[in-house]
């Protein structure tokens, strides 16, 4: 009963849209607007934590010791380090120690720290609240219209986290995997004179500090942006693959590829390919570039997704990466389970489209030239038809006499008469009901139907 009375005082302070009534001595109520958010209780009590402020200290270097962070925050010695010693495991997963010597810090690489700190933030806040005090979000969005990069807020919380760090004198060290993923870049030329812009506004690093974080940086947001099949970048990304084709992220999304194509036997068009084959490659740097899961007090969005379909889709999801771990090559890349598969599970649904490919492709021949008629009559009989384009190969021809231009075997021709009748309907309907049976009822394109449906 207390800690209720006490959440409802707080509400009064955290939200305008709640509240919590006492009914008839019983028990409480809880009335919400439509506006409400949930997220809004959680986010407060978070931000007051002890846990929470601790960090947020570490981050700017101002948790000089434990017994006056005790005082300053009303607690004990003891209560604090049972705090530190439920976080250490989760420390561990990011290759971070925490350290107490002459101050309290996180030992381990700036990349490593700045990962954590990304998740840290974003998820205390979700883009809901500006969490930082040496950058000001206008100051950021300023700039980058100025300089017309793309907004993001995940992006304005990279940016923060970078700037924050680099005039706190914490810059990232050389690694030759980020190096080498911006030297064959087709955007990075442009987009490094965009952030450098950014870095000489905000911090007084030298030219070659700036570079570092330049590459740093912009391998991260060239990660986080997602491409679509109609992207003109997919082609040029595709040529930066080539250059790196012997680097681990690219060896394990051809894999990837292979796999996928193989295990369920299906044919991809070039945007498709291109799409997915680009988005998997940045999934795959971004999974070797940092240590720790992909989200921190929440959980997984992605994995949340898959686990809300139903179960045949998701055993299809595990059956397809059990396939992928059998190759222990690029077992660093797919032990990451828990972060891949919610995530390439979203990918295929975004990047294949069934409704479309099960179809078959067909051309008409016609004496009256009524093609267009008698194709919207065949489309009422068996919708899975597709007109070809002129250069395509048709799988079955439709005509009303064997023409001397019609170069195709023999058994993919269907003749009927020059005004089909019902009889003629009836047949051409058995037929495709066949080349459509034949076609797609293999169980491991099934496979596929059933794990990319809408269900």
């Known amino acids: 009963m207390k800690i209720v009375d006490e959440i409802a005082i707080d509400l009064e302070f955290i939200t305008e849209s709640a509240d919590i009534q006492k009914e008839e001595q019983k028990y409480f109520q809880l009335n919400y607007k439509d506006n409400f958010s949930m997220k809004t209780v959680e986010r407060y009590y978070l931000k007051n934590s002890l846990t929470y402020k601790a960090f947020n200290e570490i981050f700017y270097n101002k948790f000089y010791d434990v017994n006056t962070f005790v005082l300053e925050n009303f607690t004990s010695v003891a209560s604090m380090y049972r705090r530190i010693k439920k976080v250490k495991p989760l420390l561990d997963q990011f290759q971070l120690k925490y350290t107490s010597y002459e101050k309290v810090s996180l030992e381990g690489t700036e990349k490593q720290f700045r990962y954590f700190y990304f998740l840290f933030y974003w998820n205390s806040y979700w883009g809901e609240e500006w969490p930082f005090t040496l950058v000001s979000r206008e100051e950021i969005l300023d700039l980058m219209k100025e300089v017309d990069i793309a907004y993001s807020e995940q992006v304005l919380y990279w940016l923060a986290i970078c700037l924050s760090r680099a005039k706190l004198g914490c810059l990232i060290e050389y690694h030759p995997m980020y190096a080498n993923f911006t030297k064959h870049h087709h955007s990075y030329e442009r987009s490094s004179k965009k952030l450098k812009h950014i870095f000489r506004k905000f911090t007084d690093l030298s030219n070659e500090e700036i570079e570092l974080e330049t590459m740093f940086l912009f391998s991260i947001i060239s990660c986080m942006r997602r491409y679509h099949k109609t992207d003109n970048a997919v082609s040029l990304l595709m040529n930066f693959a080539q250059h790196h084709n012997q680097e681990l992220f690219v060896q394990a999304t051809l894999y990837w590829m292979e796999t996928f194509i193989e295990h369920f036997t299906v044919t991809l068009d070039v945007e498709e390919y291109g799409a997915l084959f680009i988005n998997l490659l940045h999934l795959h740097y971004f999974i070797l570039s940092f240590a720790g899961p992909a989200t921190l007090f929440k959980e997984d969005l992605y994995q949340k997704r ?139 394109k099934l496979l596929l139907k059933t794990l990319l449906s809408e269900v």
């Open 306 to 444: 898959l686990e809300m379909h139903e179960t045949a889709q998701i055993e299809i999801m595990n059956q397809f990466y059990d396939r992928l771990m059998e190759n222990q090559a690029f077992a660093i890349v797919f032990e990451r389970r828990e972060i891949l598969i919610g995530r390439y599970h979203k990918l295929l649904k975004q990047t294949i489209d069934i409704a479309n490919r099960d179809t078959i492709k067909i051309k008409i021949f016609s004496m009256i030239n009524d093609d267009p008629y008698l194709f919207s009559q065949i489309k009422r009989l068996f919708i899975h038809v597709e007109l070809c384009s002129k250069d395509e190969e048709a799988e079955l021809i439709i005509t009303d006499r064997l023409y001397l231009t019609i170069k195709k075997d023999i058994k993919d021709i269907f003749v009927w008469n020059s005004v089909p009748s019902k009889s003629d309907y009836d047949r051409l309907s058995k037929r495709l009901q066949e080349i459509y049976f034949t076609k797609y009822q293999q169980q491991n």
